[in-house]
């Protein structure tokens, strides 16, 4: 798409200011506006997920067919979602991925004994068998409604399902408590720049080894994928420049934006008047 830009001189008007350093500002929020209409744009989930908290995935680890959760929310994903708030068939699909169908209990990297879907065994429970794929459905779709919706329950702002699925998948991962203390109260205000910034925090697990907490890169690509996802379709991505814009691209606007802060400039067959003297 051809942008037609004029940065015609007004008659009499005269400017030391060089042609290039307009041409340079011009550039730059062209490059922004240009990157984030592509980071914007509806994107399909076909890439492999990261296994839970960084782990490597046992053997055997594999996505299946979905469960049936009840409650599950099918409206467009880009679009006020309704109430109550549920996690959409896609929404569950993608924890399925990131997660895998594991049968025996492993540990999942940071101590915890998980089976099936992510299900992390909880006090009491043991699985010695292991689990069949349908057992792991079953026991996925109550973690879900025991886990995910109560907190989904306590949102107070409208959202739309892309945002409840980033969150229904972060609280999957991190559990509700974590959810409710750090999230919750900027999500509530519709502070999602404190959200998003809240979210990305969650990315680091500890070292069973040194007893030290490290970055784990299963967590940093799960945060980065929630936190698209929760900008999606939502404008947020305008507002909020994310992690994955370009650093020049970055630079270059905050040039642009100096220069214009310093120059009145008409963009559009108008006059641009120097500071500079004549």
Same mark, same amino acid.
């Given at each position: ?5 004029? #940065?015609?001189?007004?008659?009499g008007v005269r ?11 011009? $550039? /730059? ?13 509806p994107r399909s !989930? =076909? ?6 908290? *960084?782990?490597?995935?046992?053997? *055997?680890?594999?996505?299946? @067919?979905?469960?049936?959760? /009840?409650?599950?929310? =099918? ?14 068939? &896609? ?16 540990? !999942? ?6 089976? *099936?879907? *992510? ?11 292991? #689990? ?11 973690d879900v409604e ?14 739309? &399902?892309?945002?409840?699925? /980033? ?16 999230? #919750? ?29 490290? =970055? ?7 945060? &980065?994928?929630?936190? @698209? ?5 939502? %404008? $947020? ?10 650093? /020049?691209?970055?630079?270059? #606007?905050?040039? %642009?934006?100096?220069? $214009? ?18």
């Amino acid at each position: 798409m051809a942008l037609g830009i004029s #940065l015609a001189r007004a008659p009499g008007v005269r400017s030391n200011i060089p042609d290039a350093r307009h041409t340079a500002t011009v $550039l /730059a929020l062209v490059l922004v506006v240009c990157t984030s209409c592509r980071r914007e744009a509806p994107r399909s !989930d =076909t890439t492999s997920a990261p296994p839970t908290a *960084g782990a490597t995935t046992p053997p *055997g680890a594999g996505a299946t @067919a979905p469960p049936n959760v /009840a409650g599950m929310a =099918t409206a467009p994903t880009s679009g006020p979602a309704p109430r109550p708030y549920r996690m959409s068939t &896609q929404g569950l699909e993608r924890i399925r991925r990131r997660e895998a169908y594991v049968a025996k209990v492993y540990d !999942d990297g940071v101590g915890n004994r998980t089976v *099936g879907y *992510g299900h992390m065994l909880r006090s009491g429970e043991s699985f010695p068998g292991g #689990l069949t794929e349908a057992e792991a459905q079953a026991l996925f779709a109550k973690d879900v409604e025991r886990i995910v919706s109560p907190v989904l329950d306590r949102i107070k702002i409208q959202l739309t &399902q892309n945002q409840v699925d /980033a969150i229904g998948s972060f609280v999957f991962n991190v559990g509700p408590g974590n959810f409710t203390r750090s999230i #919750l109260p900027n999500l509530n205000l519709g502070n999602h720049q404190g959200v998003i910034a809240s979210m990305f925090k969650y990315i680091t697990g500890r070292n069973q080894r040194t007893g030290e907490r490290v =970055t784990l890169r299963g967590l940093l690509k799960r945060r &980065q994928e929630e936190i @698209a996802l929760y900008k999606q379709g939502s %404008g $947020l991505a305008l507002l909020v420049p994310g992690e994955e814009w370009s650093r /020049a691209a970055r630079r270059l #606007l905050a040039n %642009g934006m100096q220069f $214009l802060r310093a120059e009145s400039v008409c963009v559009l067959k108008a006059c641009r008047r120097s500071r500079s003297p004549s």
